[in-house]
């Protein structure tokens, strides 16, 4: 496995050398049409995973690596190089194999081999996925699809954005009820089209694979790039998410937690957006630390899966998050005192 700083080098040095690719481009290109998934292809609950399979970005198979996931969102929708790391390194940690980087975007499969068992995919309950979704149903409440398109959510979130103006804006992202912070912003950050940065109707629906029938209820469809789209023109990077998490959270402050498998039990999380991680740094070492305490307490193995995960985190984020935003250090060793 090669180390996370030659990685990132490598990632970097393509990233300048590609620079007119990542700059605005008109989608789908010829390289990348729209193919309906076929019965083997696996799909998950990320709208922007499925389109992104769905045009070849990456395998059309469902089952990704590391550097593809890094590759694709920069190419497909300018995410920075910081921030694409950390969602593919995430991805890969804590629903696929850290060993080949290999990930599914959706169920289970044998095609990712796992370092005790098979990974469960990013259809895994409370790992990468969890009770929060825009348009998927809780994990407890559909026995177990957390995956499908569910037309009733995102005709509620159509109908926040009828209240603004028919745009799917930070606002209306705010007002929705089941916001999820950082995948909300990528609604109104990237799928707007680069010409003119809205987030209408018409892109979102086309990402969300979501039709309307004629009774104004919705529909799945495969997710799909919109026709004469492209990209924004600046890269979407972790300060930027930063900033959008901020302001979603401040126009409504809320605690974190959970229920705890039945009705009323939820419990808080002991991490907390206090007043004194409200800002652009703060939010970011915040994530970082939200991150690290999934691991091990919801990776249901023996105790040296979850500390090669660790290692596999650290050794690829802390030279993201400790020299540029000043983030604690993350020992593997304090991280497990902290535990015990």
Not at 41 to 53: E, F, S, V
Not at 133 to 158: E, I, P, V
């Amino acid at each position: 496995m090669i180390s996370s700083i030659v990685f990132i080098l490598v990632l970097s040095v393509h990233q300048c050398d590609s620079y007119p690719y990542l700059a605005s481009k008109l989608q789908p290109d010829i390289f990348h049409p729209f193919q309906e998934p076929g019965p083997n292809d696996i799909r998950g609950p990320c709208p922007g995973l499925n389109a992104a399979a769905n045009h070849g970005f990456i395998s059309r198979s469902g089952i990704t690596t590391l550097a593809e996931l890094v590759q694709m969102q920069q190419d497909l929708y300018n995410v920075g190089l910081d921030l694409a790391i950390v969602l593919a390194t995430v991805g890969v940690a804590l629903d696929g194999d850290i060993l080949t980087g290999k990930l599914s975007i959706g169920k289970e499969s044998s095609a990712v081999p796992g370092l005790l068992r098979t990974p469960g995919g990013l259809n895994a309950h409370n790992k990468f996925e969890g009770d929060t979704s825009l348009t998927r149903n809780d994990y407890y409440l559909a026995d177990g699809d957390n995956f499908r398109f569910n037309g009733t959510l995102y005709g509620m979130m159509y109908a926040e954005a009828q209240k603004n103006n028919g745009l799917y804006s930070w606002k209306a992202m705010a007002d929705y009820p089941l916001l999820l912070y950082g995948a909300a912003t990528f609604l109104y950050e990237l799928f707007p089209n680069g010409t003119d940065k809205l987030p209408t109707e018409k892109v979102i629906s086309s990402f969300f694979g979501a039709k309307q029938t004629g009774n104004g209820k919705w529909a799945a469809t495969p997710e799909r790039i919109p026709s004469n789209w492209y990209k924004r023109e600046t890269p979407y990077t972790l300060v930027d998410v930063a900033v959008e998490i901020l302001k979603l959270y401040l126009e409504h402050i809320a605690l974190f937690g959970g229920n705890t498998g039945r009705p009323n039990s939820f419990i808080l999380n002991p991490l907390q957006l206090t007043l004194d991680k409200q800002t652009v740094n703060g939010i970011l070492c915040f994530l970082y630390q939200t991150i690290l305490s999934v691991v091990p307490s919801q990776i249901e193995t023996l105790v040296t899966t979850p500390l090669a995960i660790l290692n596999y985190l650290t050794a690829n984020l802390d030279p993201i998050f400790g020299p540029q935003f000043g983030c604690p250090s993350t020992s593997l060793d304090q991280i497990v005192a902290k535990k015990q």
